[in-house]
């Protein structure tokens, strides 16, 4: 029986334990790897396609995008209602996304189904058609969603902080107008498809209650398909920053609300100081109790909330620091961020303060490895970056025993506001 006169013992996260769960790997006929993760309690699953289809292979703007929204309006044998209607009949649910290396097919459905659904996913990636008529549609969709969203500071903010940092013509830098989208058409279209698609880089991810069956299910979907046999080598672009580093754009004369970004160039997560850095940006703004939050939001009251982060791109990031606040403020929530790097870079930070951070960071991993689909996100993003088990356990034991001297030292090297673009868009 319980003994409720004593208390349990209370373990804090920093001394867990923690293990990422092992992937099975196998080739279909073909040649294109799956990684799956089998485990969970609940009858279902996700089946991600992951294609080397992102923006930086588009040799036109938008094509990528058109090309991945696009995919399953249609194909010779059936029409855009007819697949949704197939994978609503079956309560599953298919979805698509473009980044900027990779594009994705993504499906949640229940595991019995997964037979009946693939043949279908297969004849969108073999013999997809972009009607007309759908293509219209999209375009005139997303130049009225632009238009909207050109109103919106923060929206506007989002747009050029990235074109400074990369410059215009870099996949992580460029942006979209209405013109770019007047100027798709199908031809270009299918031949991103053709290309990037159809005989195109792939691999599959697949995680939850798997059936019994699922490999030769895979294999029989997607095994003879023409993936992976001509490499589409991804083209060198150099990022090409702003030689300015302050801009002040107004974007609503009559605006009372600014969107800030501050924000600087930094290396990919294969440099020796990215894990140690992310322990400082969570002490500096990466969570609600950080230093930015207590200051800028709780303090001085210029926000309702202020972040910082490293961009998660594969070949180079930026740090950033994003918020919008009172356009009478906007001059003075500036200044308390450069306040807050001086003090980093002057100040060690006390113990109590960063095992609290730790033990954030070490909590929020326990959250982010609860169910099969976060397991498997992970090891996406670890294989998509070219990193082993080995990059998670180091990253542990980077939380768990970075120092205050090594993080200030960190601080010196990357927290200098004369490195750091910024922008107020009013």
Known sequence: MLNRTIQ???????????????YH??????????????????????????????????????????????LKNGTSNKTAFEINEHFDFYGAYLNRSCY?????????ALSKNLAELTPVITEIVSDAVFPEEELNIY???????????????????????????????????????????DNVDKESIIKFYNQYYKNGNCKI????????????????????LPLNINTNVKKE???????????????????????????RNFPNKHHLDFQKTLVLNNVFGGFFGSRLMSNIREDKGYTYGIHSYLQNHIQ?????????????????????VYKEMKILQDALIDKEELELVKNYMIGTLLGDLDGPFQILARWKSYI?????????????????????????VLAKKYLNPNEFFELTVI
């Open 139 to 181: 375009k005139q969709n997303q130049k009225q969603r632009l238009e909207v969203n050109l109103k919106k500071c923060d929206f506007v903010a989002t747009r050029l902080i990235d074109e400074y940092l990369f410059g215009m013509h870099h996949p992580y830098g460029t942006y979209n107008s209405t013109v770019d989208y």
């Open 100 to 108: 900027n290396e990779t594009a994705t097919i993504t499906l949640h």
């Open 237 to 263: 672009i150099v990022s090409t920053p702003a030689t300015e580093k302050k801009y002040h754009i107004i974007n609503d004369e009559n605006g009372v609300q600014a969107a800030l970004r501050i924000a």
């Open 316 to 336: 180079e990031s930026a740090w950033m620091i994003s918020t919008e606040c009172g356009r009478d403020v906007a001059n003075a929530t500036i200044d308390e």
């Open 384 to 408: 998509l970056n070219g990193f082993d088990e080995s990059y998670f356990t180091k990253a542990i034991n980077t939380i768990k025993t970075v120092t205050s001297e090594e993080l200030q």
């Open 8 to 22: 349990p013992t209370i373990t804090q996260p920093v001394d867990f334990n923690l293990y990422l769960k092992p």
């Open 205 to 224: 991810f697949i995680a939850g209650k798997l059936p019994d069956n699922y490999e030769t299910v895979l294999n029989n979907a997607f095994g003879a």
């Open 25 to 70: 790997h196998f080739a279909l006929d073909n040649g294109v790897d799956v990684y799956a993760i089998e485990a969970g309690e609940q009858e279902v699953l996700m089946l991600d396609l992951v294609f080397d289809a992102g923006n930086w292979f588009e040799d036109k703007k938008v094509i990528a995008a058109s090309a991945n929204f696009l």
